[in-house]
């Protein structure tokens, strides 16, 4: 049980933006030095870090060692599967200052899509070009055939021109659609309504790129069809930019700062054709976050889910927040679709989500922002601030998930 | 400029199936379990013992995208082409891609057929197709104007 044994104690971020001069090493520097600083520790102290996230952080633990002048760790790991280890990797840190293994964890993300491929194009990535952060193919594209290696089971998805997360995430919605007799204006109403209220929020929050260009229903549906059912909106803000934060015992949290944000629980999951990223070949798509995995998270905490005051769910599209709502059990399955139109998600609502502006508007990093929003809303320090938040909830649609109070 | 698979001694006799107009799945041949894609082992009662077994063919689309903005360039000239995830008769899903439908005729649980075409030298996958019949008998199953076969 790691309830209340461990705290974040400070949170760094850089400027978001679309090809920011610096290199993800320079950005995970910053962002580091920032959390750091937040905390009220000295960078040389560091003891422990948490990558995230394989295969995709680019910057390693011993760049950050040898850039910070950080005298030796003595533990450090990462996180593997994308966005879904937001949670994971909360639960590593927390694990690890709970056991005595490290005293003051740092968990980054640093992210240059300008520099090193685009996570919305195939071809600089994976097979055929570099890797997951590779950027472009060198001298150009190949020519001939391009043999897409048996990993990750791509050589049954690439082929068939299966190659992105937002073709992927577009299945999903697609199923969702279909099992819970939605039309596709159903669905469209359902999805904009998420786009255009984290498009609210990100308004209202100076940190976030889109925070000047607002946006209608209309204007969302007036925006071109990517991979049906989604739309451009639906899709993740494409960026630079790097978010860290640190980690450090309960104790030692109340010494440094009289606001620590305590994790009161952390869980991950993984269990056959729930792989992140997968092919999905059995078991229902709709279940890639089990309710089994939800219950644990709430009973590790000693929490119910009308304790939660604000969620920050992955939004890697639009469709994750709607499902979020109801595999965290917020919302009876089949049930968000008009949840989300009659209550919502914004300012005043039942639970706020994505009050940052979310992936889709403030930017991506991966699930990392998120984490950093909730921290603020716990300190009572967000630009969108939900009144009294106490709890809050970290989630991603799949893979693993967090609990943190004040 | 085509996307072909790469194989490994576990996943080329699906493809080299597939080569050949057939359509298989891993099998295990001591509680006779079958799933997809191939796997070292049976998860079910862990034998060693693997063999292939040839399906119908026959399934139904679990759910699809039409996809309308290419990210690789080797699909740019593509668009639009209909991804599906399809439900074998037999269980096991696959990744594939829908051909002779128009996009907007697509439906999750539309009875569809296998059907394989060369994509490079000695590379075939296995794309599905309406399959007309079983939408007919479908559709008079469930009360519509054709009686049920």
Known sequence: MIRRAAAIVGIGQTAYGKALPSSAWELALEAVLAACADAGVDVAEVDGMCRFTAPFETVTEAQLVRGLGIRELSWFTQAAHGGEALGAVVLHAAAAVSAGLASTVVVYRALSQSRGGRFGRADGRGPGGGGPDGGQPEGGQPEGDIVVPEQDNLSFAWPFGLMSPGQLFALWARRYAAVHGLSDEDLTVALGTIAVTQRRYANGNPDAMMRSRTMSLDDYRAARVISEPLRLFDLCLENDGACAFVVTTADRARALRPDPVYVLSATQTISPYREPMGIYAGGELLELFPPAAADRLFAQAGVGRADIDVAEFYDATSYMPLRSLESYGFVPDGRAWRYVTEQGTGPGSPLPVNTHGGHLSEAYLHGMNGILEAVRQLRGTAANQVPDAEVALVGAPAGSATILAR | ?149
């Not at chain 2, 439906?107 to 000695?122: E, T």
């Not at chain 2, 019949?133 to 519509?144: D, E, K, T, Y």
């Open chain 2, 1 to 149: 400029m085509a996307v072909v698979p790469g194989m490994s001694e576990l996943t080329a006799p699906f493809w080299e199936a597939a080569r050949a107009g057939r359509l298989v799945v891993q099998e295990c041949q001591s509680c006779r379990q079958s799933w997809h894609p191939p796997l070292p082992r049976c998860p079910h009662c862990h034998a060693a013992g693997l063999g292939w077994r040839p399906v119908s063919g026959e399934g139904t689309v679990y759910t699809y995208t039409v996809v309308r903005h290419p990210t690789h360039h080797a699909f740019a000239d593509e668009v639009p082409y209909v991804v599906a995830l399809v439900a074998l008769a037999e269980g096991p899903r696959l990744v594939t891609a829908l051909l002779g439908v128009a996009p907007d005729e697509v439906r999750v649980g539309q009875p569809v057929r296998a059907v394989f075409r060369d994509v490079a030298a000695g590379v075939a996958l296995p794309y599905f197709e309406p399959d007309a019949g079983r939408a007919a008998a479908q559709r008079g199953s469930l009360g519509g104007l054709w009686p049920a076969r």
